[in-house]
């Protein structure tokens, strides 16, 4: 399994993370002589006020995305040849991207 990550600015609650855990952040408002990557922790507890934080204090955040294996990646072309895609070109084209964002 590689897992990959995604930037996500936070600007509104739409923004803020499904679950619950430790994510990489950047903090808002330093001065740009400090070091300002921090672990946040995100709270899905709706009085615990990590969301009002979170929008206060976070610029933006980098959220984990599993990449798909060889096998999941051809389960998905398996539907899309159904509906007359050329599963040869979907497979090469997911497999291929998949390796680039991973650096093989």
Same mark, same amino acid.
């Given at each position: $399994?590689?897992?990959?990550?995604? *930037?996500? @600015? #936070?600007?509104?609650?739409?923004?803020? +993370?499904?679950?619950?855990?430790?994510? @990489? #952040?950047?903090?808002?408002?330093? +001065?740009?002589? #400090?070091?300002? =990557?921090?672990?946040?922790?995100?709270? !899905?507890? +709706?009085?615990?006020?990590?969301?009002?934080? /979170? !929008?206060?204090?976070?610029? /933006?955040? !980098?959220? +984990?995305?599993?990449?798909?294996?060889?096998? &999941? =990646?051809?389960? #998905?072309?398996?539907?899309?040849? &159904?509906?007359? @895609?050329? $599963?040869?070109? @979907?497979?090469?084209?997911? *497999? /291929? !991207?998949?390796? *680039?964002? =991973?650096?093989?």
């Amino acid at each position: $399994m590689e897992i990959v990550y995604r *930037k996500v @600015f #936070v600007k509104s609650e739409a923004d803020l +993370p499904e679950r619950e855990g430790r994510y @990489f #952040v950047k903090l808002k408002g330093l +001065p740009p002589e #400090v070091i300002d =990557i921090a672990v946040g922790y995100y709270n !899905l507890s +709706p009085n615990c006020g990590y969301k009002e934080d /979170w !929008l206060n204090e976070i610029d /933006w955040y !980098l959220q +984990p995305v599993e990449l798909p294996s060889d096998e &999941e =990646i051809e389960k #998905v072309s398996n539907k899309y040849s &159904e509906e007359h @895609f050329a $599963m040869e070109d @979907f497979v090469a084209g997911a *497999k /291929w !991207l998949r390796d *680039k964002l =991973i650096n093989k």
